[in-house]
């Protein structure tokens, strides 16, 4: 997607309307300028944002590259809100074909009705949560009734696409609705968690699953539900600048990160979840059977490349309640355990990760069965990639042309994001397990530490000051708690 074409002699005089204005050499290759647009061995590297927009709109003789459509319209939104950058490409677009005469108008716009449409597609379908801005269906209408009158084929084309549209943020409200539904159920229950005692009637994973690898596999489902729903623009809006128009009624009026964020939380939840399932136990014994069972679990998310899953679980396991547990884990095994954590050992900026997801990624590239395709990245290591992307670089010249290089970066990284999100997991899917591990209730932080001292005693006056207090504040907690009306069930695997 992101191997840079060669500007073309057509491409240089369409685009910039200017002839070379200056061409030097520059370290090992070429700089050349082309009116406010610089490359640099054929590759745009800086331009003004008016140059920019101008290369994006598509003429008679001329469509915008496709790694180009990508990149700027994801990284746009550092400039401009999309709806502005809509307007402006389809008000350029427009008015470029007017002649003065109102039938050569219609004949040229006819002609470039099918490329304006062909951008408009890749807009829609590659970023369609900018279209949940009312402003921006409203232009995609005007479009669309402005097309009719020139080209039949186009407007149908129009229709055919605003259908897909509005048929993908449908399913997208219905899964942010689905999420919001499968939380309030696994918060409703948090009072009948406040002690190991209380809980002794609860189900526990393995109640409910004791083969490792069916866990994994639905632990997957999970994981590529979720990551399909997120729109590649929410990495850049992460840390693009506050958007004055953001209260500005929305398609659905949600936030801009939302899926992301519902992401990074399913991680923690995960986390929590397996932390709880090894400190509710009361016996020792069982305890183990849960660690060695989520160490198994582990290993099979490394072998199917869910990475997500599993930097988790090992984050569940190295929290400090579980951690303590001295006399459980020296009933465990934990050679393998220690090989998975070398594995996503964070030194060295996670060395030992990347090499792992660069193998994975080049078995899914030349994979010969779904389950080879599967690439789930460590996510909250590739959003730290591309903020550091982001803060290291500057966003403009010092000339105040934008720093395309850079964007270029931006998108490389998130178009393999894309890539990623697309597979279709392959496993079946086993609704009791998935309601299990997106709705059991689970322990809070402070719930954590108490139960782990329950489990194993404390062993000093610092520990033991600590379950007291923690039992005081956890009891006034109860006594205030009041529980939701949530009787929604819901069986996907968000």
């Known amino acids: 997607l992101f191997q840079i074409k060669p500007i073309s002699s057509r491409e240089q005089s369409c685009r910039n309307g200017s002839a070379l204005t200056k061409a030097r050499l520059h370290g090992h290759g070429i700089t050349a300028s082309y009116g406010e647009m610089c490359y640099h061995d054929n590759s745009l590297v800086s331009a003004s944002l008016e140059a920019l927009i101008q290369h994006l709109v598509p003429t008679v003789d001329y469509y915008p590259d496709r790694s180009y459509v990508f990149t700027f319209l994801l990284s746009s939104r550092l400039f401009l809100h999309p709806y502005e950058l809509m307007t402006r490409v389809c008000h350029l677009c427009v008015e470029q074909q007017r002649s003065g005469d109102a039938l050569l108008d219609k004949i040229r716009f006819r002609e470039v009705a099918p490329k304006l449409v062909q951008l ?134 949600k936030r801009k990160t939302s899926n992301l964020e519902a992401y990074v939380n399913w991680f923690n939840r995960l986390s929590y979840l397996v932390a709880t399932e090894i400190c509710m136990p009361v016996k020792k014994k069982h305890r183990a059977r849960i660690i060695e069972f989520f160490i198994d679990v582990a290993q099979e998310c490394f072998n199917i490349g869910n990475f997500n899953s599993l930097m988790a679980i090992i984050t569940g396991m190295n929290m400090s309640p579980v951690a303590r547990l001295k006399k459980t884990w020296n009933k465990v095994n934990t050679d393998k355990f220690e090989i998975l954590e070398h594995q996503m050992d964070p030194s060295s900026n996670f060395s030992n990760y990347r090499t792992a997801l660069r193998g994975a990624t080049q078995r899914s590239e030349t994979a010969h069965s779904s389950q080879e395709k599967i690439v789930i990245p460590f996510f909250s290591l590739l959003i730290k990639d591309i903020y550091f992307l982001n803060e290291g670089c500057a966003n403009r010249l010092a000339n105040g042309h934008i720093n395309f290089e850079k964007l270029w970066e931006l998108a490389k990284q998130v178009s393999e994001f894309l890539v990623w999100r697309q597979v279709v997991c392959p496993f079946d899917r086993d609704r009791r397990i998935l309601q299990y591990l997106v709705t059991t209730p689970v322990f809070t932080e402070d719930e954590l530490h108490l139960a782990s001292y329950e489990s194993e005693g404390p062993e000093n006056n610092m520990e033991k000051d600590s379950r007291r207090s923690l039992r005081w504040v956890l009891t006034q907690r109860i006594r205030t708690f009041k529980p939701i009306n949530q009787t929604h069930q819901n069986d996907n695997g968000f």
């Open 120 to 253: 408009l597609t890749e807009w829609t379908e590659t970023f369609p949560y900018d279209f949940r801005d009312e402003r921006m269906m409203r232009c995609l209408k005007d479009m669309t009734h402005h097309v009719a009158r020139g080209d039949e084929y186009s407007w149908r084309a129009m229709q055919q696409m605003t259908q897909r549209l509005i048929k993908r943020l449908s399913a997208l409200g219905q899964y942010e609705e689905a999420v919001a539904a499968l939380n309030a159920v696994a918060m409703e229950r948090p009072a009948s968690l406040k002690s190991k005692q209380a809980s002794a009637q609860r189900s526990d994973v393995l109640s409910v699953c004791d083969d490792p690898f069916v866990l994994a596999q639905q632990l997957t489902h999970i994981e590529l539900d979720r990551l399909s729903f997120i729109g590649p623009e929410e990495f850049i809006q992460t840390f693009a600048m506050k958007d004055p128009l953001e209260n500005h009624k929305g398609f659905f009026r």
